[in-house]
């Protein structure tokens, strides 16, 4: 999928009022394309290793793709809420099941492994709110990179990691009023591109 096509996404309620039709093959690309990723972190947040988490993933986006034509857009609640339910759910699953067949081996015991019944396990939902931020920010910053020549970006990376501005400029040769503006041009894209993102998917 092209930037442009990304950049030409509808809104949240009419991409999800899109995919509900089966044939909508670049509304569902659309769709994979923003929470794919974000199922992904979720998945290894609740103790799933990289190859269960894919195929985990492609379970979570199954039951995704069969439940939401009846899924019903509210305004008051969010779809992410939604679908970190139906990853959490399908992670415990994907762990019961595992741990059934090693009760049978009679070799969990020897195995440390995420049990879902554990009262100490991180709460799913804030661990992914938290995701959430994280994934919006790095998900807006690669929308816009391209956007931006690799001097640009640079100015504004190296000051949003601490760097001072004049330190900055003395290592890229450029004038110091330069890497302010180009800081403050990213900066605004960037939170531009973040509002996009939570109104469109939260």
Known sequence: ???????????????????????DEESWEDFVYYY???VYIICRGMGANHHDSEEL??????????????????????????????????VKDFFRSYKRRQDRKEKASDLDIWDPERTDQPDIEKYAEKEWENYISNLALNNIKDKFSDKVMTCFTEINQGRVAKEVSEELDMPLNTVYVYNKRVTKKFHEEIRRLYYELS
């Open 1 to 23: 999928m092209s930037e442009n096509n990304k950049d030409q996404c509808s809104t949240r309620e009419t991409l999800l009022q899109r995919i509900r039709n089966r044939h």
């Open 36 to 38: 794919r990723q974000y």
């Open 57 to 90: 993933v492609q379970k979570v986006m199954l039951k995704v793709w069969d439940k939401l034509p009846e899924f019903e857009y509210d305004k008051k609640k969010r779809f992410r809420g939604w679908l970190c339910m139906v990853t959490g759910n399908t």
